[in-house]
């Protein structure tokens, strides 16, 4: 198939925790070598793309920063500038804060003498109640645009465990306000229109690679982009089979996907 840009989420797919998967150094080989591009689309908005980086960087795989590093942030800044927003109510770690500030004036505490343009939640491992109450206080008062960077109830750590996400964040403002944020990054497809424009592809040249259904391949089926699913994360071939949305392919790991691509 003649693909021209290759999606991959990362923690599952490419590695696993700490460890790189197995052959992943050698699909990467394979891509340079076929000059296919690929970039590393994350979800996860508490830290910065330096962090992830660094750590495929470390893998010994082929990246650069500006070019091969995605995230819900960067979906998320795009779609602030198109609102038109000046003004910004930040939920999220400080790295998210200062990158939001690149672009816009924030606020993270509520001031009744001071109305947002939008509240914006990311994932935040610094939270404190004052901002998710600030949150709170502003969306119950005004109709704002409210918007999450990504949909992720929990966020793997090691060990098997999970920490609370940016979606579980979201839960807690929707209890308490009624309003849902409208989500940024998988399965929002408008982050392959921002890739499609970076990368100048066609969606028919781009195919998406990742571990959990409900976000790597639901977003390619919402973007009407071709998915592969891999076995050696989140989901099993018995969790392929009883989900409603299909991925166009399904392999065992991210070590078969040059033969995949040679078909
Ligand atoms: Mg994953």
Redesign the pocket.
């Known amino acids: 198939m003649k693909k021209k840009l290759i999606i991959f989420?990362?923690?599952?797919?490419v590695y696993l925790g700490k460890n790189l998967i197995n052959g992943a150094k050698e699909t990467f080989d394979y891509l340079n070598q076929k000059k296919i591009d690929y970039v590393f689309f994350t979800n996860n908005s508490s830290h910065d793309l330096d962090f992830y980086f660094r750590k495929i960087q470390n893998f010994g795989i082929k990246c650069s920063l500006e070019k091969n590093f995605y995230s819900s942030v960067e979906v998320t800044l795009s779609y602030l500038k198109d609102l038109g927003v000046h003004l910004v109510y930040c939920i999220g770690n400080k790295s998210f804060k200062d990158k939001v500030a690149k672009s816009f004036k924030y606020i993270d505490r509520y001031d009744e003498n001071v109305t947002p343009d939008a509240v914006v939640c990311g994932f935040s491992t610094e939270l404190v109640y004052d901002e998710l109450k600030g949150a709170c206080l502003y969306l119950e008062q005004h109709e704002l645009p409210f918007i999450a960077t990504n949909l992720d109830w929990r966020c793997p750590i090691e060990d098997g465990l999970y920490i609370p996400d940016c979606g579980g964040m979201c839960e807690w403002i929707y209890h308490c306000t009624g309003k849902r944020a409208t989500v940024m990054g998988k399965p929002n497809p408008v982050m392959i229109d921002y890739l499609m424009k970076q990368f100048n592809v066609r969606k028919d040249e781009i195919i998406i690679i990742?571990?959990?259904l409900y976000?790597?391949i639901l977003v390619g089926v919402n973007a009407h982009v071709d998915s592969v699913c891999v076995l050696s994360?989140?989901s099993s071939s018995e969790d392929v089979k009883k989900y409603e949305h299909k991925p166009t392919y399904v392999i065992d790991s991210i070590k078969e996907l040059p033969a995949l691509l040679e078909e």
């Open positions: 989420d990362m923690d599952g797919t990742g571990d959990r976000t790597d994360g989140e």
